[in-house]
């Protein structure tokens, strides 16, 4: 009898020195995949201090080239401005003063030099607001587009108190951006628009907005001087101008401005024209909102 | 206070500015006193009396101290910040006249109390109203306390 309990002791005894010698074989195996995973993780997060490290200098060498941006634009600001300001008043001095002692042909050089500092002045105001503007954050704030939009053709009209200017103004929706650069965008649009209708005996300007789901559109047409579309590649470059400064005055920046302005709103500008059949500017910005909040700098 | 005292001073390192500015004012005869000193350390010493300036009368102050930004040895912020600061000086009006239109540059000098702050234009018309503005305003429109 007590051989037979013996003998099946003995069995179970075995069983188990099996069962032992098992788990400790899967226990081993569990030990070396997560050797594996420690050394996996090791590698991950160097290669992750590796990355943060990268990014860190990158940051350090943007800010520097934007600091030096910065000095580099307030010199231009102030340094240039000054000689500049010089030739133009010694001009103007020797206009008035000498007046008596210079024929019609001298009075008419020295104007030429006055206006060509002029249209320096304004191209060094130019280059400087082009150049600025990639380095501003944008505040967004709720813009009323219309007060906008009628407060900026007041404006113009006031410049051309002799012109017969027709300007429409329909309802404009409202939009999320940046106040001072959306004005901006408007400001040099209309500007346009103005501009390039000086030589029509009426002007006809009109300003509108579409909106649907995801984006609001606002147009600016005009029935001005138009441009050739073979060139509409041009038309949004810095300094490109589509017509020569005898017949429309300008340094060929602002819609360049509009052009970066909108983009960092994440937005499009387009335009449609014909020589001498008007032009309509479009931009189009993406509507932000709580449920789809999409991120702009 | 004395219309034969100090009118205007003006604090220009650069020779063209100050000729123009000197001209854009006698010309539309707003004074005929200006004084023009060619940086910020001696506009320091004629304002205290000091240095070369020690025997100048102290209470006779200027009307308004048309003032650029950048000059050597003392710089325009700084002697903004000094007159300011001063009991016998912070009451004069000071105009910060200059190139810049850094927004830096604009908050900076109200932060320490500017009166007026603006940028010369290049175009010489333009300039020359400006001058002539700020002239009037400051010596005939403007209300400053006597001093």
């Known amino acids: 009898m007590a051989k037979k ?4 002791k003995s069995k179970e005894k075995d069983a188990l020195t099996a069962q032992l010698a098992k788990a400790v074989q899967e226990l081993a195996h569990q030990n070396e995949e997560k050797e594996k995973r420690v050394q996996e993780l090791d590698t ?11 990014k860190e200098q990158k940051t350090i060498e943007l800010k520097t080239a934007n600091e030096e941006l910065q000095s ?49 002045g304004e191209l060094i105001d130019n280059l400087l607001d082009y150049s600025r503007i990639s380095q501003q954050h944008i505040v967004r704030t709720k813009i009323d587009m219309e007060a906008l939009v009628k407060t900026l053709i007041k404006e113009h009209k006031i410049l051309y108190p002799k012109r017969d200017i027709n300007v429409t103004v329909g309802k404009l929706a409202e939009m999320n951006g940046d106040g001072v650069m959306i004005k901006q965008v408007f400001s040099n649009l209309i500007s346009n628009a ?33 441009f050739d579309p073979r060139y509409y590649d041009k038309l949004f470059g810095v300094f490109q101008r589509l017509h020569g400064d005898s017949e429309f005055e300008g340094t060929g920046v ?39 909040k999409k991120h702009g700098n | 206070m004395a219309t034969e005292g100090l009118q205007i001073l003006l604090v220009e390192d650069n020779k063209s500015d100050a000729t123009l500015t000197i001209r854009a004012l006698k010309k539309h005869k707003l004074v005929n006193n200006i004084t023009h000193l060619k940086d910020g350390a001696e ?16 209470d006779d102050k200027p009307k308004v101290i048309f003032l650029d930004l950048k000059m050597p040895k003392v710089d325009g912020l700084e002697v903004l910040r000094v007159l300011k600061t001063d009991e016998r000086t912070k009451l004069i009006p000071i105009v910060m006249m200059t190139s ?7 908050i900076e000098s109200h932060k320490l109390g500017v009166n007026s702050y603006v940028v010369k234009p290049v175009g010489f018309e333009n300039f020359s109203k400006v001058i002539a503005e700020l002239g009037f305003y400051w010596l005939f429109l403007n209300n400053t306390p006597r001093i």
């Open chain 1, 5 to 8: 309990a013996l003998a099946s």
């Open chain 1, 254 to 292: 602002g819609l360049a401005i509009v052009d970066k302005i909108v983009k960092k709103h994440n937005g499009k500008v387009w335009a449609e024209g014909k020589p001498d059949e008007g032009a309509c500017f479009y931009v189009s910005f993406p509507i932000v909102n709580s449920k789809n």
């Open chain 2, 43 to 58: 506009a320091l010493d004629f304002i205290f009396a000091k240095g070369a300036y020690e025997g100048r009368n102290i």
């Open chain 1, 194 to 226: 103005f501009k390039y209708t000086s030589k029509r005996e009426k002007s006809k300007i009109e300003v509108g907005s579409t909106i649907d789901n995801d984006e609001v559109t606002y147009f600016i047409r005009d029935n001005g001087a138009g």
């Open chain 2, 100 to 106: 810049s239109k850094e927004e830096k540059d604009i």
């Open chain 1, 72 to 120: 580099f634009s307030y010199s231009v600001s102030h340094d240039l401005r000054t000689p500049l300001r010089a030739i133009s008043g010694f001009s103007q001095v020797l206009l008035e003063d000498y007046v008596h002692q210079l024929d019609e042909e001298a009075q008419y050089f020295f104007t030429e030099i006055i206006d060509n500092t002029r249209k320096m």
């Open chain 1, 44 to 54: 991950v997060n160097k290669e992750l201090a590796y990355q943060i490290a990268e």
